[in-house]
């Protein structure tokens, strides 16, 4: 059984930065890839980042080049850096792992 504890969300304005972390119980952490999906009103969930087990990314196309998904095996936690945020941006976050969400996180890109 998989848990999850998301942090890091909130307000910000655009332009701004946010790192959401979402630390993992249960499985052995590094043996499984992970990503991070968002769901914006109205929309269906999507994925937003991806992190395979031997370290290989892949972003959305919205995502590239402004976000950086990462994990910390040490600590059982992955990780979503967001820069140069956008209010397009503004979701509710959920980490992934073994086809299990986190219960969503908040981000809100407003001026």
């Known amino acids: 059984q998989v848990s999850f504890v998301e942090s890091g969300g909130g307000l910000v304005q655009p332009g701004g930065s946010l790192r959401l972390s979402c630390a993992v119980s249960?499985?052995?952490?590094?043996?499984?890839?992970m990503a991070w999906y968002r769901q914006a009103p109205g929309n269906q969930r999507e994925v937003v980042a991806t992190?395979?087990?031997?370290?290989?990314?892949n972003y959305a196309d919205s995502a590239k080049g402004r976000f950086t998904i990462s994990r910390d095996n040490a600590k059982n936690t992955m990780y979503l850096q967001m820069n140069s945020l956008k209010p397009e941006d503004t979701a509710v976050y959920y980490c992934?792992?073994?086809?299990?969400w986190g219960q969503g996180i908040q981000v809100t890109v407003s001026s």
């Open positions: 992934w792992l073994l086809d299990t």
């Open positions: 992190l395979s087990t031997g370290g290989i990314t």
């Open positions: 249960g499985p052995i952490f590094s043996d499984y890839p």
